[in-house]
């Protein structure tokens, strides 16, 4: 299958899901929305959590390629940890079947997902930190970057269901308070 296609069928799905969900999207909605034969989709990815998956990459994929670049800015680790944890939050607030229940969908798919992302969100903020400061001790690093990440999939959790109706300013402010309270704290012992 070509690029093209492929990336076609891969959005045609996303705005499916983000519409009426995992569970409700079929592999005939999507291969009827996406102008390509059910045969096609069943082919090239197998199944409907075949398509998930190939678009959790995606996203993941699109989401580390931007944290790249961006990070090249950053001049001040608070700020790029927040950003991070920021940026993170809007991935999923900006691809609404993240939050639609995937668990129930396939476990695996999810748990793998949430595993990425925390891999992924720990390497960026850990590449801040190593980039801003030199006296952290590793064992100090793994505990500033793992409450960072429980924390945030602390706020994911909670905003589940109302993901179109948070306060980001609110979540941005905490977040500070809580990477400034951990820095600042490091700095003092």
């Known amino acids: 299958m070509n690029k093209n296609k492929h990336l076609k069928i891969l959005r045609t799905a996303e705005a499916l ?3 009426f969900g995992i569970k409700k999207t079929a592999v ?7 102008h390509v034969a059910k045969g096609t989709i069943y082919n090239n990815f197998g199944s409907k959590e075949g398509i998930l998956g190939a678009l959790l990459k995606d996203k993941i994929g699109s989401f580390e390629g931007m944290m790249e ?6 001049k001040d680790p608070v700020e790029g940890l927040k950003f991070v944890l ?4 809007k991935l999923i607030q900006n691809s609404p079947f ?3 229940q995937v668990i129930r969908v396939d476990d695996m798919t999810f748990n793998s997902l949430v595993e990425d992302l925390d891999r992924l969100v720990r ?6 930190l190593d980039r801003f400061t030199d006296t952290i001790s590793i064992p100090d690093r793994k505990r500033i970057l793992d409450t960072l990440v429980y924390q945030l999939r602390g706020i994911e959790q909670s905003i589940r269901g109302a993901i179109s109706v948070i306060d980001t300013e609110k979540i941005e402010q905490d977040l ?3 990477i400034g309270m951990i820095i600042s704290r490091r700095a003092h012992k």
């Not at 005939?28 to 996406?34: H, L, R, T, V």
């Not at 670049?69 to 950053?74: C, E, F, R």
């Open 17 to 19: 899901f983000n519409r």
């Open 28 to 34: 005939d909605d999507i291969a009827s929305s996406a």
């Open 69 to 74: 670049s961006a990070i090249q800015n950053i």
């Open 86 to 89: 920021i940026e993170r939050l």
């Open 98 to 100: 993240l939050s639609d």
């Open 123 to 128: 390497t960026i903020m850990g590449r801040i």
């Open 176 to 178: 500070d308070y809580l």
